[in-house]
């Protein structure tokens, strides 16, 4: 309220001046009552996993529409020092449940930030692929008869045909070096996936994912894996990661594992900044 108005006002009614200035503690104190608690929801929203929000310019946004008219958006990463002269590997990267939506951004909050690191993006040069399924999809659907008891969706077919017919076409990618990672629900899809399709990834890394052991074969085991998972996962039971890599070494393939400690469902945020992770997954090669 303006000083002028206050003071008349008070003219007229002695007791005006007192009451307002005992308002004024209160409306203080209710106003750092509201900061208060606007900092503390602030502090509940979700924080990305490395890197300021300017990280994902790096991204190229995309949709890729296939013959059909069906479409599939994606987030594009291309090496940082490409030259069309030479040939580059590339990773395909299936987020879990919650990257799920239309925004064509949140499949990057639950790892491909982490492959910003310039410790990983000055020493290797490689493109990162990372779709977007439906809100209301998966990457894999249930379907009796077919290897694994599952089929790819809609999503992962358009995925799949980006990484293998359509980039190629635009950029030098080397097809004896495509790899695949996924986490959560994107992680169980790896795996199933390397089952279904042997022979079309030169190696995989499935985190805090896990699946039916009985659906691997020594045709899928030749792919080499190196699997992330916390022993107190509360989603996906650890003992299911355990079973996979133990079946895939029964079917004479090579399985890594590692096992966290206390992470839950969070154990990305460690897998995707091993220093030793990039050195051997970019060893590894299809005949």
Known sequence: MPRARRSASSSQWPDASRSLHRCEPVLLVSRIAALSLSCFILALLPIPARGSTGDTNEFLTRIHTNAAGRTLPYRLLLPKHYD???????????????GRGEDNAKQLDWGPLLFLDPAVRDKYDFFLVAPQCPRSAGWMETALGNPAGVRESEALRLALELVADVLPKEFRIDPKRRYLTGVSMGGHAVWATLVRRPGFFA????VCSGGDSSIVTKAAAKCPVWAFHSDDDHLVPVQQARDLVQ?????????????????????????????????????????
Do not use: D
């Open 84 to 98: 069309p002269a030479q040939t580059y590997p590339v990773i395909l990267y299936l987020h879990g449940a919650a």
């Open 247 to 287: 079946a895939w070494g029964k079917h004479g393939g090579v399985a890594k594992y590692t096992e966290y400690t206390g992470l839950k469902h969070s154990s990305w945020k460690k897998a995707f900044a091993e220093p030793e992770l990039f050195e051997w997954l970019f060893g590894q090669r299809l005949p």
């Open 203 to 206: 190696a995989a890394v499935p």
